[in-house]
């Protein structure tokens, strides 16, 4: 999640002061860890377990954590200059390829066969999207930290309200219910757009719009892949050429505009996680697409939580049931001066009991022993839809040179969605073009 870019020298705009997270004061030993990570709800429960790493080993916890809009130029930056900042690191899905090729991340097989710790513990999405370089290896870079996938909220007392349903029924035919296909979610949300609730116009739906990131991608997908957008051929790999521009990828790319144009409140043309949050607690929206590390604050929310909120999963295409995969994996610096430590506290997370405070805290924990738990999808209203998302999740490009892939994204997306250029059609022809010349200039073969 938050897949940010990975490339050195390569910043999406002002690096933003670190911020430094107060921590327990040192113990005997006076052996300290920094843990670097963005600046998020799911980093205070970090902070609050981390407390009993510390109680245990007696190691002190310090912690580096940055906003989302510089995490990637501030902790990229530090891997690629070597730095000793962090000592383990909560890094992006899209940057195993990078670290493993370039000696960032410490290999963890070895530490896992002496610790007894099985990748087969974990939910095989996260192993896959948060360790494994190359995919599909056993070769493991980091241990599934915080599972997360793109989810949608919804209103739950404005889908409640009488009026609105019997309306919605004569019109329809059907129930006002969360959407269960993308026909549906446009249905839906062209049925809010436009209309009063409690005096104040509101709107269908939110969805992800920033362009200098990676916002906008990370939207778009939810479309693209339930109408058949594949990144490439199964059997030929970086072949590209009627995957990326299929005629199903080329309708999910028209629905996404559709729902756009339909249905976003006024001005959010560069809008990505945080702004989709302040729509909809403010109540401009009566849907919305976000992350599910933000679904347990929004629950706690005193004006838009608690009964009035509702959670469903990403709405199934032609192609099937899918979402973005979102989260990532925690790793161990190469360039750490307190290697064994670090690895001491990966070794401590990955434990069951930590696990399972873990969630119990806000975090998104991966292990099965967690997730498949009896009573866990009575844990949290969005557990059962967390749980079913990280079993149709799919990711981004994970390649070293993934950050030229993201901006070439980025920009034709953009550019069709939200500035109206060209046709979907076209806006993908110019991808797989785009994505061709990277993949040649890295010596993959493609068409």
């Not at 290999?107 to 610790?115: I, S, T």
């Not at 930290?145 to 029924?169: C, H, I, N, Q, S």
């Not at 702004?275 to 706690?300: C, H």
């Amino acid at each position: 999640m938050k897949k940010t870019v990975f490339a050195a020298g390569c910043a999406f705009g002002v690096a933003l002061a670190a911020l430094a997270v107060p921590c327990a004061p040192a113990h005997a030993q006076g052996k300290s860890l920094t843990l670097c990570w963005a600046a998020w709800d799911p980093a205070n429960a970090l902070v609050e377990l981390g407390k009993d790493f510390t109680a245990k080993t007696g190691i002190e916890m310090k912690y580096e954590f940055v906003p989302w809009t510089s995490y990637a130029d501030r902790f990229v930056n530090e891997l690629n200059s070597h730095g000793t900042l962090c000592d383990v690191i909560i890094g992006d899905s899209q940057w195993i390829g990078g670290s493993a090729e370039n000696g960032h991340y410490v290999k963890l097989n070895d530490f896992f066969d002496k610790e007894h710790i099985s990748m087969d513990a974990f939910i095989p999405a996260t192993v896959v999207g948060y360790s494994e370089w190359p995919k599909n290896t056993p070769n493991y870079w980091a241990l599934p930290a915080m599972a997360d996938a793109v989810g949608w909220t919804y209103r739950k007392d404005w889908f409640a309200r009488p009026e609105l349903r019997a309306e919605f029924k004569q019109k329809y035919g059907r129930e006002l219910e969360p959407p269960k296909t993308w026909d549906e979610l446009l249905q839906v949300s062209k049925f809010f757009s436009g209309r009063e609730i409690d005096g104040k116009k509101v709107y269908g739906s939110y969805i992800f719009t920033e362009r200098g990131s990676e916002g906008i991608t990370m939207g778009v997908t939810n479309a693209l892949y339930v109408y058949g957008f594949e990144y490439d051929d199964p059997k030929k790999p970086y072949h590209m050429q009627g995957f990326v521009n299929s005629p199903g990828a080329v309708k999910g790319l028209e629905v996404y505009k559709e729902l756009y144009k339909c249905c976003q409140p006024p001005g959010l043309t560069n809008a990505y996680m945080q702004e989709g949050l302040d729509a909809f607690k403010s109540g401009q929206v009566a849907m919305q697409m976000n992350w599910f590390a933000f679904f347990p604050g929004l629950y706690k929310d005193p004006n838009v939580g608690g009964d009035k909120i509702g959670f469903f999963v990403n709405p199934a295409g032609p192609a099937g049931d899918y979402t973005q995969l979102g989260g990532q994996g925690i790793s161990v610096v190469s360039y750490s001066k307190n290697r064994d430590a670090a690895l001491q506290y990966i070794k401590w997370f990955a434990q069951p009991a930590v696990q399972q405070k873990w969630w119990d805290l806000g975090g998104y924990s991966a292990l099965k022993a967690v997730v498949e738990a009896p009573g866990f999808l009575k844990s949290a209203p969005f557990a059962p839809d967390f749980l079913k998302s990280m079993a149709m999740v799919k990711d981004f490009w994970a390649e070293p040179l993934y950050v030229d892939l993201l901006l070439d994204m980025q920009k034709r997306v953009h550019d069709y969605v939200v500035a109206d250029q060209g046709t979907a059609q076209q806006a993908l022809d110019l991808l797989v073009k785009d994505w061709v010349k990277v993949f040649k200039d890295e010596g993959k073969a493609t068409q």
